[in-house]
């Protein structure tokens, strides 16, 4: 487990119940730490992960703004310059879309227009994916556009462990931090540390060991990657699932050194494929000495060139599943690429 606790004992939580007990712990430790965005407070959230924090923790604390996106992360920023650390949910990380002038233009470089002498400690909460019939407008996958900015980490938990301790990390980051949260794992359940912990951001966790073929994964594709691998292993082939958990920064020497064992890559990720974190990755591994330990092209398996559609059918063709990473692996691994 890597992950820095101050108790042992654990609990089985789910993935919405672990971020919801990583913020009662921040503000209860932390009078600095507030929670804003659009129908957090009385409703709950979107998808109900701030339920009930307005009762325990009052409207001064945790704060409904208005619908607009734009004003209420401006509104974060400049909390955050004051010395607060606030935690901002996007209802949708479709739109944050709203919001570029104040993430991008404003929060990832005010430390440095200002010399390094101050911090935006701002974090930024993002239900992300596809897969419950919320359309093109409400389930894409962005983390890659916001991974392309300089001063922004970009993280994405997959477990309810994880879930907790990247965004008690985030809290600790003197920088803006973005958390990309699939809404299909809010109800996952696992096993969550008690009390305080963080969980690194910048380093990649290997969730199954394997000899054959490397895959990496983000965010819900670790799981569907984990599956594929335990088919690969009934057909003889041996499948290590890197999860990469941080998209900016990457973890390259977890990546490198599972290539320069497997000799094979195949790099699974929701976000559409091109210009994604499979081109950056694979970029990464031809660059480096890695490369000379590759048996068999790159795979990068990706999103569909097309936006989310409403049909469940279409939906689920549009991004990677468990049959299409098979399918991809298969042929690495029996060299049809």
């Given at each position: ?124 909460r993002m239900p992300a994916g ?41 809290l600790a980051d003197p920088d ?161 690429v």
């Open positions: 487990m890597d992950v820095t606790v101050q108790e042992t004992s654990t609990r089985t939580l789910s993935y919405s119940e672990a971020i919801r007990e990583a913020m009662v712990l921040a503000m209860e430790t932390d009078p600095t730490v507030i929670l804003m965005g659009e129908d957090i407070g009385v409703y709950g959230g979107a998808f109900q992960v701030t339920l009930d924090l307005v009762d325990r923790f009052g409207p001064e604390r945790v704060m409904d703004t208005p619908i607009s996106e734009l004003g209420g992360a401006g509104v974060a920023v400049g909390a955050a310059l004051t010395g607060l650390k606030p935690i901002f949910e996007f209802q949708f990380s479709d739109f944050a879309t709203l919001a570029m002038e104040q993430i991008v233009n404003q929060a990832a470089k005010l430390r440095y227009m200002l010399g390094g002498e101050a911090s935006v400690p701002v974090v930024f596809s897969g419950t019939g919320a359309a093109a407008q409400h389930s894409q996958s962005l983390e890659a556009w916001f991974g392309h900015v300089p001063g922004l980490k970009v993280i994405q938990p997959s477990t309810p462990e994880d879930a907790k301790g990247m965004l008690l990390a985030a803006p931090v973005l958390v990309f949260e699939h809404k299909l794992l809010y109800k996952m359940k696992g096993e969550v540390p008690a009390g305080h912990y963080t969980t690194p951001i910048g380093k990649a966790a290997i969730r199954r060991a394997g000899s054959d073929l490397t895959i990496v994964a983000a965010s819900i594709m670790v799981h569907r990657a984990i599956e594929a691998a335990e088919q690969l292993a009934t057909e003889g082939v041996s499948a290590e699932v890197i999860d990469l958990r941080s998209i900016r920064p990457i973890d390259h020497e977890t990546i490198l050194a599972s290539v320069r064992k497997t000799g094979r890559l195949l790099i699974v990720y929701e976000g559409v494929k091109s210009y994604g974190i499979g081109a950056e990755i694979s970029a990464m591994v031809a660059e480096s000495d890695a490369f000379d330990f590759l048996d068999a092209p790159i795979l990068r398996l990706g999103g569909a060139e097309a936006p989310i559609p409403y049909n469940p059918d279409l939906e689920r063709a549009a991004v990677p599943q468990v049959d299409s990473i098979l399918a991809a692996a298969r042929r690495l691994a029996n060299r049809e």
